[in-house]
């Protein structure tokens, strides 16, 4: 089917300027070699011929190669002409270039052993030294362009590969960014939801609840707890807004919260639960002194928050219990919280809760469980406990 493809462009004008050269050479009775069995005319028929093969250069170099041979040994019972060797050249450079790979391999090493055996052969026959030009002439028709396409080649390949290798880290990169865009996101979602998740779902409650009791005391009290919370979601909000400019220098964001702001985060929840008979106690029994890894300690608290933050949405009247302890290089938070039926008002849930404090805990490699548990005396309670390793790749996170 190769054979009948359209021919290149630049094949074309290769065949017809090879062509029309060497009618010219023949019209001014230029040849290469002297008398000869065939002549007169006889010299144009390898000539056309070789022109023709030059249209299948590219999409068939081999059998063009062979055509090329035959008639190239057909030119040597003329008187020949130049053109029909030049062109024979250009096929054997060709069928390097553009043929199989193994034909690439093979004509080099075949047009070598062909020069090599030409040459002893008539210097043998002649015994004259001048024998060995028909060696150097037999080289320049078929090794050197041979061994020329074989160098083109392996040009083209190695730039193919290098385009493709660069093709190849492009895509890469851009799945490295992808991924980073999307972690962050991810990031940012969870600190977005565990920062201002606890203060609406307080103003939330607590507007409720100053708009279905008609206590103007009650009223005042919720609207106090509402404007505090309101602040705090604010400064919130705008430190997370710093944190996304990344504006620098003085009026760079604040640090993240750290485990020392437990109590204070416990006091607010006190406050934000009392009005639905809610109360919180803080335990921490960290055994192990020293600092904890950054991550580490946002994870912890932001784990306590959301905690907290659903014990005021959901949580029947009781006591939510916090408790931290740090054992064996593992930090354990554990926040327990009545479980059960709840009258009053009560915030909306996402459902994002969870995900995101299970999401927090496996970046650092820990486990995360939450639950209901039954307790010894029979209650029951909402468990939620993540073990976070403290090791030393958190510590150079």
Not at 100 to 109: F, G, K, L
Not at 117 to 136: D, H, K, M, N, S
């Amino acid at each position: 089917m190769t054979l009948f493809c359209r021919p290149h462009r630049d094949d074309v004008l290769i065949a017809v300027g090879g062509l029309l050269g060497g009618l010219l050479l023949w019209a001014v009775g230029l040849y290469t070699q002297g008398a000869r069995p065939l002549g007169g005319v006889w010299v144009l028929l390898p000539l056309v011929g070789t022109a023709a093969l030059e249209l299948l250069r590219r999409t068939a170099p081999q059998p063009a190669l062979v055509l090329g041979t035959c008639l190239l040994v057909l030119d040597q019972f003329t008187r020949g002409n130049l053109a029909t060797v030049v062109m024979f050249t250009d096929l054997v450079y060709a069928a390097v270039v553009y043929g199989t790979p193994a034909a690439a391999r093979r004509i080099p090493v075949t047009t070598g052993l062909l020069t090599v055996g030409a040459t002893i052969g008539f210097y043998a026959w002649f015994q004259q030294p001048e024998a060995l030009l028909i060696g150097v002439v037999t080289a320049l028709v078929s090794f050197a362009p041979a061994t020329t396409g074989a160098l083109v080649r392996n040009h083209r390949e190695e730039a193919e590969s290098a385009r493709l290798r660069a093709e190849q880290t492009a895509l890469l990169a851009e799945m490295d960014r992808s991924q980073a865009v999307v972690a962050e996101r991810a990031r940012m979602a969870r600190e977005l939801h565990d920062m201002v998740a606890n203060h609406l779902s307080a103003i939330a409650i607590h507007s409720t609840a100053a708009l279905s009791l008609d206590d103007p005391a009650t009223t005042r009290q919720a609207l106090s707890v509402i404007r505090e919370n309101s602040v705090d979601g604010l400064a919130e909000m705008r430190r997370l807004i710093g944190l996304l400019r990344d504006t620098g220098g003085r009026d760079a964001p604040t640090a993240a919260p750290t485990l020392s702001g437990l109590e204070a985060l416990v006091a607010q929840a006190r406050t934000n639960g009392a009005e639905s008979g809610l109360g919180c106690t803080l335990d921490d029994r960290r055994a192990e002194a020293g600092p904890l890894p950054a991550p580490v300690e946002l994870a912890a608290y932001r784990i306590v928050q959301e905690s907290l933050t659903n014990a005021l949405k959901h949580a029947a009247p009781g006591t939510v219990e916090v408790a931290l302890s740090r054992v064996d290089g593992v930090l354990t938070v554990c926040v327990t919280s009545p479980y059960g039926d709840r009258r009053g008002p009560r915030a909306p849930g996402s459902g994002a809760g969870i995900i995101g404090m299970r999401e927090r805990t496996e970046l650092l490699d820990g486990t995360f469980t939450a639950g209901p548990i039954t307790t010894p005396d029979g209650s029951s309670r909402w468990r939620v406990e993540a073990q976070l390793p403290v090791n030393e790749r958190t510590l150079k996170t």
